[in-house]
C-alpha cells in the first residue's frame, strides 16, 4: 500500500488519447458495501432512503475518460459481478432504475492482495479478473526503485512555489536513498511536504533529512555539561567575573537553541 498506484493510474490517463477527457479515482475498500454501487453506476431520486435528487455516479462522470478503481480486491462478491456486465456490456443501469445507459471508459484498478489467492479462496471472480487484466503492471515498493525518488520528489514539490522547494545535498541523497521506505511513495510525499513547510527554499544536509524522515524518533537527550565544555569563555587567567559568567550561561543557550533546529 502507497507504492504510488494511482500516480501510475493518472500517468497512463494523462499520457493516453483520453487525457483532455475527466479522471475519476474511486477506492473500492473505502466505500461501504451499500453505497459502493450507488457511487460507480449512479441513482435515480427515491431509490433508497436519503436518495433526494438522481446523482450520477462516477462511470457516467468519467464518460471518455478514464476510471481507477483502487482496491479492487476489496469489493464485495456480489458487486463484482454488477462490474463484470458493465465491462462485457460498456453500459450501465442507475440504483432505481431499469434504462441501460451505453457509457465509454477506460477502466484501471489495482489492490494490494495476491488475486490468485482470493480467487482460491473464492473472495475475487476468476472471470473479473480476466476481464480486467488485459494489460498488467507491477508496481514494486519505493525501496526497490530508488532511483525513482528524485524524480518523484520534483513532482511533489511542484506544487509548493520556487522559493519553498528544498534542495538536498549529496549526503542528504544518500540518506534518502538508503532508507527503508515503508510507507512507499505515501511515506516520501508526506516527507516532501513536511521538508518544505519546516526548510522552505533550504538546502539539506544528512542529519537534517534524518530528523524530517523520522519525526516522532526519540531525541538524545542534551549534554549541558558538554555544551558549557564547547563554550569560548575570555581568555583571562583573573576569576570569571560575574558579567563574564552570564555571557557564558547566554552562549550556552544559544548553542542549545541551534542544536535543536
Do not use: Y
Not at 519553498?164 to 516527507?191: K, M
Not at 533529512?209 to 523520522?214: F, G, P
Amino acid at each position: 500500500s502507497g507504492s504510488g498506484k494511482e500516480l501510475v493510474a493518472r500517468a497512463i490517463h494523462d499520457l493516453g488519447e483520453r487525457a483532455a477527457q475527466p479522471f475519476s479515482a474511486i477506492n473500492c475498500g473505502a466505500i461501504p458495501s451499500e453505497l459502493i454501487e450507488s457511487e460507480l453506476f449512479g441513482h435515480e431520486k427515491g431509490a433508497f432512503t436519503g436518495a433526494a435528487a438522481r446523482r450520477i455516479g462516477h462511470f457516467e462522470a468519467s464518460e471518455g475518460g478514464s476510471i481507477f478503481l483502487d482496491e479492487i480486491g476489496d469489493m464485495r462478491f456480489e458487486m463484482q459481478v454488477k462490474l463484470l456486465r458493465v465491462l462485457e456490456d460498456r453500459t450501465i443501469v442507475r440504483v432505481g432504475s431499469s434504462e441501460m445507459r451505453p457509457v465509454n471508459v477506460r477502466v484501471i484498478s489495482a489492490t494490494h492482495q495476491n488475486l490468485d489467492t482470493a480467487i482460491a479462496d473464492g473472495r475475487f471472480r476468476e472471470d473479473l479478473f480476466f476481464r480486467l487484466g488485459v494489460v498488467v503492471l507491477q508496481v514494486p515498493g519505493l525501496a526497490s526503485r530508488v532511483e525513482d525518488i528524485p524524480m518523484l520528489i520534483e513532482h511533489f514539490q511542484a506544487k509548493f512555489p520556487a522559493q519553498d522547494r528544498c534542495r538536498f545535498d549529496a549526503s542528504a541523497l544518500r540518506v534518502l536513498l538508503q532508507h527503508p521506505w515503508p510507507g512507499n511513495v505515501r511515506e516520501l510525499r508526506n516527507f516532501v511536504e513536511r521538508a518544505s513547510v519546516l526548510h522552505g527554499g533550504e538546502t539539506l544536509s544528512a542529519d537534517a533529512v534524518a530528523v524530517l524522515i523520522n519525526p516522532t524518533a526519540t531525541l538524545a537527550p542534551f549534554s549541558f555539561a558538554a555544551i558549557l565544555d564547547e563554550c569560548t569563555l575570555p581568555a583571562s587567567a583573573a576569576p570569571v567575573t560575574e558579567a563574564e559568567a552570564a555571557d557564558a550561561i547566554l552562549k550556552a543557550a544559544d548553542d542549545l537553541i541551534a542544536m535543536m533546529t
